[in-house]
């Protein structure tokens, strides 16, 4: 069964530190994986995608990874802001379709 | 280019009411997809639309849901005889192709059933 498990599922950091969120997923065959970050009240938001032969992405204080032999990713957050406080949904899709397999998503809250 | 929007934004509705929710893509976006996100859970797939046809319904409940995204206007969600178990909030994502393409998300309709 295609599934995608987050971890943790709620955190809580103080204002410019770091954070590091994991995402074990079952999805076969893969095609991509992205993460998303959806506030409160809104629609999630794409942060990065990757293939499987990639390892690394990073778009500004976001840096994921991916090990698509362990099925692994993460995200790390770095110098974490009071506006990073949102759900991190881990969604994986599978080859050459349509349909995105989410996570239940991180709670993360930054504290000032 | 406003992005994928969805109204209303919340909704209450009685047992047994209807609920219909609206979704208009994005501009130049032909593929209309609906989720579903019960409390405490991931969004689920629930329907892909092309205009005037549906595509994949397999993830919509057989019974009292059904969907549509006519030629022209924005694409419904439709619930009849609303339980409380329908209450959620749903998600619209459009996207301008099929394989893999990107899909952007609407703000999304929460539904009380009271």
Same mark, same amino acid.
């Given at each position: 069964?295609?599934?995608?498990?987050?971890?943790?599922?709620?955190?809580?950091?103080?204002?410019?530190?770091?954070?590091? +969120?994991?995402?074990?997923?079952?999805?076969?065959?893969?095609?991509?994986?992205?993460?998303?970050?959806?506030?409160?009240?809104?629609?999630?938001?794409?942060?990065?995608?990757?293939?499987?032969?990639?390892?690394?992405?990073?778009?500004?204080?976001?840096?994921?990874?991916? !090990?698509? !032999?362990? @099925?692994?990713?993460?995200?790390?957050?770095?110098?974490?802001? +009071?506006?990073?406080?949102?759900?991190?949904?881990?969604?994986?899709? !599978?080859?050459?379709?349509? @349909?995105?397999?989410?996570?239940?998503?991180?709670?993360?809250?930054? +504290?000032? | 280019?406003?992005?994928?929007?969805?109204?209303?934004?919340?909704?209450?509705?009685?047992?047994?009411?209807?609920?219909?929710?609206? %979704?208009?893509?994005?501009?130049?976006?032909?593929?209309?997809?609906?989720?579903? $996100?019960?409390?405490?859970?991931?969004?689920?797939?629930?329907?892909?639309? $092309?205009?005037?046809?549906?595509?994949?319904?397999?993830?919509?409940?057989?019974?009292?849901?059904?969907?549509?995204?006519?030629?022209?206007?924005?694409?419904?969600?439709?619930?009849? $005889?609303?339980?409380? /178990?329908?209450?959620?909030?749903?998600? %619209?994502?459009?996207?301008?192709?099929?394989? /893999?393409?990107? $899909?952007?998300?609407?703000? /999304?309709?929460?539904?009380?059933?009271?």
């Amino acid at each position: 069964k295609n599934q995608v498990e987050q971890s943790p599922q709620s955190l809580i950091i103080l204002e410019g530190k770091n954070c590091t +969120l994991q995402c074990n997923y079952t999805v076969s065959p893969f095609s991509n994986l992205r993460w998303y970050k959806q506030d409160t009240g809104r629609g999630p938001v794409s942060l990065t995608i990757m293939t499987f032969s990639e390892n690394t992405k990073s778009n500004g204080r976001y840096t994921a990874t991916l !090990d698509a !032999d362990t @099925k692994q990713s993460s995200l790390h957050i770095t110098a974490s802001q +009071l506006s990073d406080s949102a759900s991190y949904i881990c969604v994986v899709s !599978d080859s050459g379709t349509y @349909k995105y397999i989410f996570g239940t998503g991180t709670r993360l809250k930054v +504290l000032a | 280019n406003a992005g994928v929007m969805q109204n209303p934004r919340h909704l209450v509705r009685r047992r047994g009411q209807e609920a219909r929710l609206r %979704c208009s893509p994005m501009k130049g976006h032909s593929h209309v997809y609906w989720y579903r $996100q019960l409390p405490e859970e991931g969004l689920k797939f629930m329907v892909y639309l $092309q205009k005037e046809n549906i595509i994949d319904e397999s993830g919509m409940p057989k019974e009292r849901f059904s969907a549509e995204f006519p030629k022209e206007g924005p694409s419904i969600l439709r619930i009849q $005889q609303v339980v409380r /178990g329908d209450s959620a909030a749903y998600f %619209c994502a459009s996207s301008q192709n099929q394989d /893999g393409g990107e $899909q952007y998300f609407g703000p /999304g309709t929460r539904l009380t059933v009271t």
